[in-house]
Nanobody, 119 residues
Framework: QVQLVESGGGLVQPGGSLRLSCAAS????????MAWYRQTSGNQRDLVAS???????DYLDSIKGRFTISRDNAKNTVYLQMNSLKPEDTAVYYC?????????????WGQGTQVTVSS
């Protein structure tokens, strides 16, 4: 299995910043897309930001201008720089990697890292 290891979560005050990191290992196929999802009190995971291997990005509207996703293909690592954090950003953030193998998409997930925005 492809393993995704996340780090960088924690407690931060409103207006503060955090930088999440996710390192992927064990994949013998290219990772097409890496992304960050978040899950609040419900069971639904919402896409926060994604980035393709070529650098194309997509963002959740509510975080545009505050969060920046980037990746280092050589290290198979994706980052999420979160600035101007708001209490509503509080969630468990999950790293995702999508891989295409013989015309089939496979999704791999990290364990999740807690981000809490509170004074």
């Amino acid at each position: 299995q492809v393993q995704l290891v996340e780090s960088g979560g924690g407690l931060v005050q409103p207006g503060g910043s955090l930088r999440l990191s996710c390192a992927a290992s064990g994949s013998i196929f290219p990772i097409y897309t890496m992304a960050w999802y978040r899950q609040t009190s419900g069971n639904q995971r919402d896409l926060v930001a994604s980035i393709t291997r070529g650098g194309t990005t997509d963002y959740l509207d509510s975080i545009k201008g505050r969060f920046t996703i980037s990746r280092d293909n050589a290290k198979n690592t994706v980052y999420l720089q979160m600035n101007s954090l708001k209490p509503e950003d509080t969630a468990v953030y999950y790293c995702n990697a999508r891989i295409l193998v013989v015309a089939t998409w496979y999704d791999y997930w990290g364990q999740g890292t807690q981000v809490t925005v509170s004074s």
